[in-house]
Protein backbone atom coordinates (compact mmCIF):
# COMPACT_ATOMS: atom_id res chain seq x y z
CA UNK A 1 0.00 0.00 0.00
CA UNK A 2 1.20 3.63 -0.44
CA UNK A 3 2.74 5.00 2.83
CA UNK A 4 0.67 7.73 4.70
CA UNK A 5 2.30 11.11 4.71
CA UNK A 6 1.76 13.70 7.81
CA UNK A 7 3.22 17.01 7.59
CA UNK A 8 3.15 17.95 10.82
CA UNK A 9 5.23 15.01 11.33
CA UNK A 10 7.57 16.48 9.12
CA UNK A 11 7.88 19.51 10.97
CA UNK A 12 8.27 18.26 14.24
CA UNK A 13 9.98 15.06 13.87
CA UNK A 14 13.86 17.13 14.09
CA UNK A 15 12.53 19.12 17.46
CA UNK A 16 10.92 15.79 19.64
CA UNK A 17 14.29 13.94 18.47
CA UNK A 18 16.35 16.42 20.03
CA UNK A 19 14.29 15.77 23.62
CA UNK A 20 14.02 12.01 23.14
CA UNK A 21 17.88 11.67 22.22
CA UNK A 22 18.93 12.32 25.84
CA UNK A 23 16.15 11.20 27.56
CA UNK A 24 16.29 7.90 26.15
CA UNK A 25 20.00 7.15 25.87
CA UNK A 26 19.98 4.52 28.60
CA UNK A 27 16.49 2.85 27.59
CA UNK A 28 16.07 -0.38 25.18
CA UNK A 29 12.28 -1.17 24.19
CA UNK A 30 9.89 1.98 23.46
CA UNK A 31 6.24 1.67 23.25
CA UNK A 32 5.10 4.48 21.13
CA UNK A 33 0.97 4.74 22.15
CA UNK A 34 -0.87 5.92 19.15
CA UNK A 35 1.62 5.32 16.21
CA UNK A 36 0.06 6.93 13.39
CA UNK A 37 1.50 7.22 9.71
CA UNK A 38 4.48 5.04 11.21
CA UNK A 39 6.81 8.15 10.32
CA UNK A 40 7.58 9.17 13.86
CA UNK A 41 8.91 5.09 14.55
CA UNK A 42 10.93 4.83 11.37
CA UNK A 43 12.56 8.52 11.95
CA UNK A 44 13.33 7.79 15.54
CA UNK A 45 14.34 4.24 14.85
CA UNK A 46 17.05 5.03 13.07
CA UNK A 47 18.57 8.13 14.74
CA UNK A 48 18.51 5.67 18.12
CA UNK A 49 19.29 2.23 16.62
CA UNK A 50 20.00 1.29 20.62
CA UNK A 51 15.98 1.09 20.83
CA UNK A 52 13.68 -1.66 20.22
CA UNK A 53 10.95 0.74 19.25
CA UNK A 54 7.57 -0.97 19.39
CA UNK A 55 4.78 0.83 17.54
CA UNK A 56 0.94 0.23 18.56
CA UNK A 57 -2.49 1.96 17.51
CA UNK A 58 -5.85 1.22 16.95
CA UNK A 59 -6.53 -1.69 14.19
CA UNK A 60 -7.36 0.75 11.13
CA UNK A 61 -3.86 2.25 11.45
CA UNK A 62 -1.81 -0.28 11.47
CA UNK A 63 -1.13 -1.49 7.73
CA UNK A 64 -0.14 2.28 6.91
CA UNK A 65 2.44 1.84 10.02
CA UNK A 66 3.38 -1.74 8.24
CA UNK A 67 4.18 0.58 5.02
CA UNK A 68 6.71 2.24 6.31
CA UNK A 69 8.26 -0.13 8.87
CA UNK A 70 8.44 -3.09 5.48
CA UNK A 71 10.24 0.18 3.23
CA UNK A 72 12.67 1.34 6.44
CA UNK A 73 13.23 -2.18 6.80
CA UNK A 74 15.24 -1.38 10.31
CA UNK A 75 15.99 -4.28 12.38
CA UNK A 76 14.55 -2.55 15.53
CA UNK A 77 11.35 -1.65 14.89
CA UNK A 78 8.92 -4.99 15.23
CA UNK A 79 5.46 -5.61 13.41
CA UNK A 80 2.77 -3.18 15.07
CA UNK A 81 0.73 -4.17 17.94
CA UNK A 82 -3.05 -3.31 18.68
CA UNK A 83 -3.22 -1.15 21.32
CA UNK A 84 -6.67 0.49 22.05
CA UNK A 85 -6.90 1.98 25.61
CA UNK A 86 -9.94 0.77 26.62
CA UNK A 87 -8.75 -2.83 25.96
CA UNK A 88 -5.78 -5.13 26.16
CA UNK A 89 -2.09 -3.63 26.32
CA UNK A 90 1.09 -5.29 24.56
CA UNK A 91 3.03 -6.76 27.51
CA UNK A 92 5.86 -5.14 28.68
CA UNK A 93 7.86 -4.34 31.00
CA UNK A 94 8.63 -1.79 28.56
CA UNK A 95 11.58 1.02 30.06
CA UNK A 96 10.19 3.87 27.75
CA UNK A 97 6.61 5.17 26.55
CA UNK A 98 5.85 7.78 23.84
CA UNK A 99 3.14 9.51 22.97
CA UNK A 100 2.49 12.14 19.98
CA UNK A 101 -0.58 14.30 19.69
CA UNK A 102 -3.08 11.71 20.86
CA UNK A 103 -4.30 13.15 24.55
CA UNK A 104 -6.36 15.99 22.53
CA UNK A 105 -7.67 12.79 20.42
CA UNK A 106 -8.89 10.52 23.33
CA UNK A 107 -12.24 11.07 25.34
CA UNK A 108 -10.78 12.06 28.89
CA UNK A 109 -12.55 8.90 30.14
CA UNK A 110 -9.84 7.11 27.68
CA UNK A 111 -6.99 9.51 29.05
CA UNK A 112 -7.77 8.40 32.56
CA UNK A 113 -7.64 5.00 31.14
CA UNK A 114 -4.36 4.99 29.46
CA UNK A 115 -2.78 7.19 32.94
CA UNK A 116 -4.32 4.03 34.99
CA UNK A 117 -2.51 0.85 32.61
CA UNK A 118 0.68 2.58 31.94
CA UNK A 119 2.03 0.79 35.06
CA UNK A 120 1.51 -2.44 34.46
CA UNK A 121 3.13 -1.65 31.05
CA UNK A 122 6.33 -0.62 32.54
CA UNK A 123 9.14 -1.20 34.55
CA UNK A 124 10.23 0.35 37.74
CA UNK A 125 11.99 3.06 35.94
CA UNK A 126 10.40 3.60 32.75
CA UNK A 127 10.57 7.06 31.49
CA UNK A 128 7.47 9.03 29.84
CA UNK A 129 7.55 11.57 26.99
CA UNK A 130 4.33 12.90 26.00
CA UNK A 131 4.71 15.68 22.83
CA UNK A 132 1.82 18.04 21.70
CA UNK A 133 -0.48 20.78 22.33
CA UNK A 134 -1.85 22.03 25.96
CA UNK A 135 -3.97 24.30 27.59
CA UNK A 136 -1.76 25.97 30.71
CA UNK A 137 -4.38 26.16 34.03
CA UNK A 138 -7.31 25.62 31.69
CA UNK A 139 -6.26 28.00 29.00
CA UNK A 140 -4.87 28.24 25.55
CA UNK A 141 -1.11 29.30 25.41
CA UNK A 142 -1.72 30.78 22.11
CA UNK A 143 -4.56 32.10 19.61
CA UNK A 144 -4.00 28.96 17.13
CA UNK A 145 -4.51 26.28 20.29
CA UNK A 146 -7.36 28.14 20.89
CA UNK A 147 -8.56 27.65 17.22
CA UNK A 148 -7.62 24.08 17.51
CA UNK A 149 -9.27 23.59 20.36
CA UNK A 150 -12.29 25.11 18.81
CA UNK A 151 -12.29 22.69 15.90
CA UNK A 152 -11.65 19.81 17.77
CA UNK A 153 -14.58 20.05 19.96
CA UNK A 154 -16.58 20.88 16.96
CA UNK A 155 -15.66 17.52 15.15
CA UNK A 156 -16.38 15.54 18.62
CA UNK A 157 -17.20 16.95 21.97
CA UNK A 158 -15.22 14.73 23.49
CA UNK A 159 -11.89 15.82 22.34
CA UNK A 160 -9.71 19.01 23.37
CA UNK A 161 -6.49 20.17 24.38
CA UNK A 162 -5.67 18.61 27.82
CA UNK A 163 -4.81 21.19 31.15
CA UNK A 164 -1.25 19.75 31.43
CA UNK A 165 -1.54 20.19 35.36
CA UNK A 166 -4.00 17.57 34.94
CA UNK A 167 -2.58 14.77 33.19
CA UNK A 168 0.64 15.60 35.42
CA UNK A 169 -1.67 14.41 38.14
CA UNK A 170 -2.53 11.41 36.40
CA UNK A 171 0.47 10.43 35.88
CA UNK A 172 1.39 11.16 39.56
CA UNK A 173 -1.06 8.90 40.52
CA UNK A 174 0.70 6.10 38.48
CA UNK A 175 3.98 6.81 39.93
CA UNK A 176 5.20 8.82 37.00
CA UNK A 177 6.56 12.21 38.20
CA UNK A 178 7.43 15.16 35.85
CA UNK A 179 11.05 16.15 35.46
CA UNK A 180 10.81 18.70 32.34
CA UNK A 181 8.42 20.58 30.52
CA UNK A 182 10.27 21.31 27.22
CA UNK A 183 8.52 24.27 25.17
CA UNK A 184 8.67 23.29 21.31
CA UNK A 185 7.62 25.02 18.04
CA UNK A 186 4.16 26.09 16.95
CA UNK A 187 3.18 26.48 21.04
CA UNK A 188 3.73 22.24 21.82
CA UNK A 189 5.29 21.26 24.61
CA UNK A 190 6.97 17.74 25.14
CA UNK A 191 6.37 16.99 28.75
CA UNK A 192 9.33 14.23 30.35
CA UNK A 193 8.19 11.74 33.26
CA UNK A 194 10.15 9.35 35.37
CA UNK A 195 8.65 6.42 37.17
CA UNK A 196 10.67 5.86 40.72
CA UNK A 197 12.06 9.01 41.17
Excluded at 145 to 151: L, P
Aim: net charge positive; glycine share 8%; hydrophobic share 40%.
Amino acid sequence: MERPSSPACARNREPILAVLRPWFADRRHVLEIGSGTGEHAVHFAAAMPQLVWQTSDRAGNLPGIRAWLDHARLPNTPPPVTLDVNGRWPEGPFDAVFTANTLHIMGWPEVRRLFAALPAACGADARLAIYGPFHEHGRPTSEGNAAFDAALQARDPRMGLRNHQAVTDLAAAGGFKLQRVVPMPCNNLCMLYQRGA
